[in-house]
């Protein structure tokens, strides 16, 4: 530069840039100081003049710092929202130059990416990838193999993310690359296709896709050009594309050590795609040197840590060797084995950030305790209608379930509304019916399911039925609400048609409903009608005489020559629970159960990014699956924080295993199976600072018993002690209670809904409670009955004595009862004696009852440091107005909710037990 600034000025411009391209400025908006052309003089006396940036700056300065800022900013500068989450072994102790422009393979990428997405997400998938990269090491002989684990949500870019990085590490001059995909062939040809279509040679790198199965017969695997570290000559980098199967893994890792000369040379990055599927080692874990493998496992194990298929160490290394685990569901990967010669991720581990465009647990499920309130796009599948399916699974009936009924007529119409918004690019519309895993059954919903399509008469009055009711109950506003970030509100038309615009349409599809046809060439042939598949390894055999069953999309070619979009129905289990790709996907019916938490979320096929049919998504689900994708997102939020925490402490993945929350709450639900988590150990239930709440509850005789038990024991505490009046709510207070009293009294008699997460978690709570009480903790509570908003009927508990009941609304398609929230944020503070306080704490007091943050931890900064809190409602059984997504209660009869909150500075929020890799030295990183 012309002109050196101080160290302080030098500061001040990197804030200025960085905050710029937070906001997601372009490099000439930076030159031109985000002003309008002619107003570049006025912007920088204003910095100037706020003493910001020093007299002697100006146009040609200016320009110079910001070339100046590139060159030694290689990375894009992010906003804290959008960083890569990860923790590492040793800090970030590379920093490889990424080629820029015609030489680079990942720049030619980055072009192909903003066909389809946005900036955001492009700088996303950059600082994620060239963070991993500085995590790579180019020359492993001494270091021995680098481990690192990726995780990233179900559907949310994670083979964008591996295309990216394997393109820059390309640029870097690694030279092949192994990417292991799933069990399922269909899915491994997928896998390929896509990385044949994603990397892009450029004028530095020409890309070879090998394939050891035979397809490719023209390419010589001998004639490898490799450049020894430090020089290059050539330009050819390799991938190839390996099913997780015994034969095709000993092909591999022989070839890789059959010609030493080859061998030394490569510099090799091994993805594991869904590396929580086969890659982990169920077998009995013992001792390391007595340690026996899975098949799979110990193939993996041998070609990371430099051995031959059959076990034996090699007489020459590789040059380098990085593998890194891609996983939505990483539990088992992070639980199964210590660090060691395992697959653990000693190295690092990160989180990959979720797109502002993206469709996941915390937009489509809502999340209480990050107050967001979901789309509110699923629907009930009642326990009629799953009993109902079962037969048709069997083949009893053939008639379907009424809310199956509903989806397809739903999905119908938006195939048509759909078929009108693309017709300028056509675009595949599908809807995926994943019921049952067994392959029998998927056939006897295709027979129902093509019996009820053919009744065009009863089809079209569904149709008519369900769109009427579904095109008001989601709106704009519920998706702005769940998503406020979402990059593209101004684009989506919330219009809809008139039905009788759309009927004739509809009537269309029904007319031509069929299967893939092929022809002579066995090419894939596509109609205008409904292509009705069945996903499975048995479809094809099933399949009549120039037909295929399963589900084969449309090249980019034949979508392109299409008149209109073609429409798809996808029935099937296991090939569509992990990997496959179901495009277009609009309208999902989920009845599929599972005890096991990755397996679920592996499942979820709809999580995605769905531009274009943001209020027309729609899913069905039971509600206790729609429970467990709830707590599914609480964990994975829960997970980000603690790898977010241990990076801010400077601990290493190998020692330390992160800590990911267990479900207690839900019955027999776990993060994975016990094979795939054999040495972790369970963490100490911790309920300090946390609130527990009844939200779910059931119609009948139950609600009448608790209002019976509840008066019983209000009676009973007015015999014991005084009440007094809340001098912050409107409530009555009760001091000083024992817990033993309020359990034997109260909680033994109070009756909870199975579908509460206080069923399972009431128990485990008492016996936490004991323990505090042997050490002489929150042996006394204090109760607080709330005097609600309602006065006009009156809760009466005691003689000539009543307090008013509080109105809430219910949640729609929620077979049961499911009010979402009970307590009212202020309630905690209910037992606050103000005349106790000093000047500071009624300081407190006031501040926190004005803007209502930090509520309950800030009990105890007002003297209930060691005092609980039970609080006590009455909800008016017919209360609440009807709304979009919420109605009235409806209920038999008034109903008794209560809240327990326990003061203290615990983990807050995270009382439900946690699991963790066992690694014997982890005393030391405890806090």
């Known amino acids: 530069m012309d002109i050196m600034f101080s160290d302080n000025d030098r500061k001040e411009f990197d804030i200025w840039i960085s905050k710029r391209l937070e906001e997601k400025y372009s490099w000439n908006q930076i030159e031109n100081l985000c002003v309008p052309q002619g107003e570049f003089s006025k912007a920088l006396e204003r910095l100037i003049d706020d003493e910001m940036w020093p007299e002697e700056m100006d146009y040609r300065k200016w320009k110079q710092y910001v070339e100046y800022y590139k060159k030694i900013h290689p990375s894009v500068v992010i906003s804290k929202e959008q960083e890569v989450v990860g923790i590492d072994k040793n800090g970030l102790n590379n920093t490889f130059s990424i080629p820029t422009g015609a030489a680079s393979s990942w720049e030619q990428y980055k072009k192909e990416l903003g066909k389809s997405l946005g900036k955001a997400s492009i700088i996303d998938i950059e600082k994620s990838c060239q963070w991993i990269m500085n995590h790579l090491k180019d020359d492993t002989t001494l270091y021995g193999p680098v481990k690192g684990l990726v995780t990233g949500s179900v559907q949310s870019g994670k083979t964008a993310n591996m295309a990216g990085l394997i393109s820059m590490a390309a640029d870097c001059n690694w030279n092949f690359f192994i990417i292991l995909s799933g069990t399922i062939d269909n899915l491994r040809k997928q896998t390929r296709d896509r990385f044949k279509k994603d990397l892009k040679s450029s004028e530095g790198v020409l890309w070879e896709i090998l394939d050891f199965t035979g397809e490719d017969k023209n390419f010589q695997l001998e004639n490898l050009q490799l450049n020894p570290l430090g020089k290059y000559t050539f330009g050819k980098r390799y991938v190839t594309v390996c099913l997780k199967n015994k034969r095709r893994l000993e092909k ?467 015999k014991r002690v005084k009440k007094e009046k809340s001098d912050t709510v409107k409530a009555f207070i009760w001091r000083g209670i024992e817990y033993s009293w309020i359990r034997d009294e109260f909680f033994s008699k109070y009756m909870i809904s199975k579908y509460s997460s206080l069923y399972i978690n009431l128990p485990i709570f008492d016996q936490w409670i004991k323990k505090m009480n042997d050490d002489g903790k929150y042996i006394k509570w204090n109760i607080a009955l709330i005097d609600g908003e309602n006065r006009k009927e009156l809760w009466s508990f005691g003689d000539n004595e009543g307090v008013g009941k509080i109105e809430r609304t219910r949640k729609r398609d929620v077979e049961h009862i499911d009010i979402g929230a009970l307590r009212s944020g202020r309630d905690a503070l209910a037992d606050v004696e103000v005349s106790s306080l000093n000047e500071n704490e009624r300081k407190i007091l006031t501040e926190v009852m004005e803007n209502g943050k930090d509520i309950v931890s800030k009990r105890s900064r007002l003297k209930l440091d060691d005092i609980p809190l039970l609080l006590i409602y009455c909800i008016k059984k017919d209360g609440g107005k009807d709304k979009i997504r919420r109605m009235k209660m409806d209920a038999d009869s008034d109903i008794i909710g209560m809240s327990i909150i326990v003061s203290g500075d615990g983990i807050g929020g995270n009382h439900a037990r946690s699991i963790r890799i066992n690694i014997p030295d982890i005393s030391e990183v405890e806090e």
């Open 252 to 718: 591999l890792i022989d070839w890789l050590y059959d010609d030493p000369n080859r061998t030394q040379k490569l510099r090799i990055v091994v993805i594991d795609d869904e590396a929580d599927q086969a890659s982990i080692n169920t077998a009995e874990i013992t001792s390391e040197e007595e340690q026996e493998r899975c098949a799979i496992n110990r193939l993996i194990v041998n070609l990371v840590n430099g051995k031959k298929s059959d076990g034996i160490k090699a007489d020459v290394s590789f040059q380098s060797m990085n593998y890194i685990a891609y996983t939505a569901t990483p539990y088992a990967n992070v639980l199964n084995e210590r660090p060691g010669e395992s697959l653990y991720p000693k190295d690092f581990i990160c989180t990959l950030p979720e797109s502002q465009e993206y469709f996941g647990p915390r937009v489509i499920f809502g999340n209480d305790e990050k107050k967001c309130p979901g789309i509110g796009i699923i629907r009930n599948i009642s326990t009629t209608d799953d009993k109902e399916l079962k037969k048709v699974h069997k083949g009893i009936q053939k008639k379907l379930p009424e809310s199956m009924q509903d989806s397809l007529a739903w999905f119908l119409c938006v195939a048509v509304i759909l078929r009108r918004k693309n017709i300028q690019k056509k675009k595949c519309i599908s809807m995926l019916i994943h019921t049952t895993s067994v392959q029998k059954q998927h056939f006897n919903i295709y027979n129902a399911v093509r019996l009820w399509l053919s009744n065009i008469t009863e089809a079209i009055a569904r149709c008519e039925q369900i769109y009427e009711i579904e095109k008001k109950k989601v709106t704009l506003n519920d998706l702005q609400q769940a998503n406020p970030e979402y990059g593209f509100l101004n684009e989506i038309d919330s219009n809809f048609p008139e039905f009788f615009d759309i009927r004739e349409d509809i009537i269309g599809l029904l007319l031509d409903v069929r299967n893939i046809l092929l022809d002579d060439d066995k090419k894939m042939q596509y109609g205008l009608g409904i292509h009705l598949c069945v996903d499975n390894c048995r479809a094809n055999k099933e399949a009549e005489k120039g037909t295929t069953l399963r589900i084969v999309y449309p090249t980019a070619e034949q979508l392109m020559n299409m008149e209109k979009s073609p429409v798809f129905i996808v029935i099937g289990g296991n090939t569509l629970s992990r990997g496959l790709t179901i495009e277009g996907l609009v309208c999902s019916y989920f009845s599929r159960n599972s005890n096991q938490a990755d397996t679920l979320m592996q499942m979820a096929r709809w999580f995605g990014y769905r531009r274009g049919c943001e209020l027309l998504q729609r899913i069905w689900m039971t509600a206790l699956v729609r429970k467990k994708f709830e707590a599914l997102s609480k964990i994975d939020m829960d997970m980000k924080e603690e790898i977010e925490r241990f990076m801010e402490r400077g601990i290493s993945p190998e020692r330390f295993g992160p800590r990911i929350r267990n479900i207690p709450e839900i019955k027999s639900f776990r993060v994975t199976s016990k094979k795939k988590s054999q040495q972790a150990q369970y963490d100490d239930f911790d309920f300090c600072g946390d609130t527990y709440e009844t939200t779910d509850f059931e119609n009948g005789a139950i609600l009448t018993k608790n209002i019976d038990a509840t008066k019983k024991f209000i009676t009973s505490i007015e």
